[in-house]
């Protein structure tokens, strides 16, 4: 299934020329006021469903909007009154912003409603003929807003031979315009937070990165995604001192990208930052990199994705271009996982389930592997089920609400404990730190090995119990980025039309037993404690990183 891209862009061109407009009433849905359907939701809708959400959200729009408008015009008016004519001019603007505010908002308030109405009108009308092409096996195209009969590698040709400034040629001016500004917006916010920085103490962690003291957050974030790649010790096995630099790279980045760390930093150097909660450098790595194994499963993780974006234009990406990263990524996997499954398709179930395993028990030896295969296995199997459909089918779908429900629950609930322990790992580490003076101070000399009091063991608790909870956090922030890259994956791989019902139905039995191969390799290098034991494995490499920086000292 490899896209040649010459092949490719004819495929494109014939597409295009021979392309059908179909549904014409949409003809009439169009309107023609750009700046109207900038302010409302004037897409077709899906159906009825789509149709009320959208009009409810054009409503709510217009009630709100048109309240602030109202509220906005007069102190608008009386400002500029007041600019050019005083006490007088203010009250003068204050009179003439209130009558334009009222107008205005009113109208932006009608328009909502009306849009409101407009839109579930044409939710009712499209509704019939959106449970035909349901029925009929076809999907719903979200950019092209049309019921499509999928096929995967016809969008694999289209997608995957097209690069970034192709793509960026297909947005309008405005939009560019407009992003643009925003960024030398934020160059200029950047650079004066840069230029306000004082003489640092210590050069060490910025001379790992290969950055001066008055590098910016995004120039930071950049040289680690380098280095990272450049130093991972997979890439030098040979190397003795390649997992001593590596893990210097994380310990650099993890402090100078946090604003607080860095500002201790500067003015402390090392000994300000040593008792901070850091996370393990290869934990790290796996959150916001995932593994190089992985990557024809899950692609490029959207943070790592972000990263080599800007290192490539050295400025912000436009959100569009992100979104067709994703894209993107999502075909690969499916172009990927379609070739996976092609022995079990052709009927060598048994050949399939040997390769698999070998495959899984591969992948769960390397970083974070266990964890990342389990969930993979997890979402092919449910996806499989759901696909299948019957009661299976509906179990799938309720274990997977609970789950996208208790995921975002744990987000919110160990980002408010991160929160909340931040401040106490602060005293916790100032407390560490007074220790420290007061013994230097009365003629101590602290050596590695030396036993540790009751309070300084309280204390590091205190620092790891918060490093926990930012670790919990990021990866539950991973797991919804896998899960719906590969629910979308699945999808495209299951409904793939250039295929026969029959093999379709083959890829989705495929598709189960794959990830039940997973699932349990993956469950098995994961231990019982599931992402706990993780917490305490790192727990163990931060006492290992205090004991070699007490060795160094």
Not at 33 to 46: C, G, I, M, T, V
Not at 318 to 342: D, G, I, S, T, Y
């Amino acid at each position: 299934m490899d896209i040649d891209k010459k092949n490719a862009t004819n495929l494109l061109e014939d597409k295009n020329k021979n392309k059908n407009i179909s549904d014409t009433h949409d003809d009439d849905d169009s309107i023609s006021d750009a700046k109207l359907s900038n302010l409302y939701n004037l897409e077709k809708p899906k159906g009825f469903l789509s149709g009320v959400t959208d009009g409810a959200g054009n409503v709510l729009r217009g009630v709100f909007g048109g309240a602030a408008l109202m509220v906005s015009a007069p102190i608008k008016g009386a400002y500029d009154g007041a600019q050019t004519g005083g006490a007088m001019g203010a009250l003068k603007g204050f009179g003439v912003g209130a009558g334009a505010g009222i107008l205005g908002g009113a109208a932006v308030a009608v328009g909502g409603v009306a849009t409101g109405v407009y839109q579930i009108g044409r939710g009712v009308y499209h509704t019939p003929g959106a449970i035909s092409a349901s029925m009929s096996g076809k999907d719903w195209d979200e950019e092209k807003k049309e019921w499509i009969a999928y096929n995967l590698p016809d969008e694999a040709a289209s997608v995957l031979s097209m690069d970034d400034d192709d793509f960026m040629a297909t947005l309008k001016e405005h939009e560019l315009k407009a992003f643009e500004e925003m960024n030398k917006e934020e160059a200029k916010n950047d650079s004066e937070k840069s230029s306000s920085r004082a003489s640092v103490k210590e050069m060490d962690y910025y001379n790992v990165l290969g950055v001066s003291p008055s590098a910016s957050a995004s120039e930071i974030k950049k040289r680690y995604y380098i280095k990272a790649k450049e130093n991972h010790p997979d890439k030098h096995p040979n190397d003795p001192d390649a997992a001593a630099k590596f893990q210097k790279i994380g310990e650099a980045y993890q402090v100078l990208s946090d604003e607080k760390l860095r500002a201790r930093y500067d003015q402390h150097g090392k000994g300000g930052v040593e008792e901070a909660p850091k996370m393990d450098p290869g934990a790290l790595y796996a959150m916001i990199f995932g593994s190089e194994k992985f990557e024809p499963l899950i692609g490029e993780l959207q943070l790592a994705s972000q990263m080599q974006s800007e290192v490539d234009t050295d400025s912000k990406v436009h959100p569009k271009l992100r979104a067709f990263h994703q894209k993107k990524r999502e075909v690969q996997c499916a172009v990927n996982l379609a070739q996976k499954l092609q022995l079990y398709v052709d009927g060598d179930e048994e050949g399939f389930a040997k390769a698999m395993d070998e495959e899984a028990v591969e992948l769960s030896q390397s970083a974070f592997g266990g964890t990342l295969l389990h969930l993979i296995g997890t979402i092919y199997e449910e996806q499989g089920r759901a696909e299948v459909g019957g009661l299976g089918g509906l179990g799938v779908n309720i274990a997977q609400t609970n789950r996208y429900v208790g995921t975002r629950f744990n987000i919110v609930n160990k980002g408010w404990q991160a929160a909340s322990k931040a401040s106490e790992a602060q005293k916790a580490q100032e407390r560490l730190e007074e220790i420290a003076r007061k013994r230097v101070e009365e003629g101590g000399i602290v050596h590695a090995g030396d036993e540790e009091t009751e309070e300084e063991k309280a204390l590091k608790k205190v620092i790891e119990r918060a490093q926990g909870h930012v670790f919990s956090v990021m990866w539950y922030i991973t797991s919804i980025d896998i899960e719906s890259t590969l629910r979308k994956v699945c999808v495209k791989v299951t409904h793939d039309n250039f295929i026969t019902p029959e093999a379709r139905m083959r890829r989705k039995h495929g598709l189960i037993r794959l990830g039940q191969i997973f699932s349990r390799r993956g469950a098995e290098h994961m231990g019982k404690g599931g992402i706990e034991e993780i917490l305490n494995q790192m727990s163990s490499s931060l006492h290992m990183q205090q004991e070699a920086q007490a060795k160094q000292g």
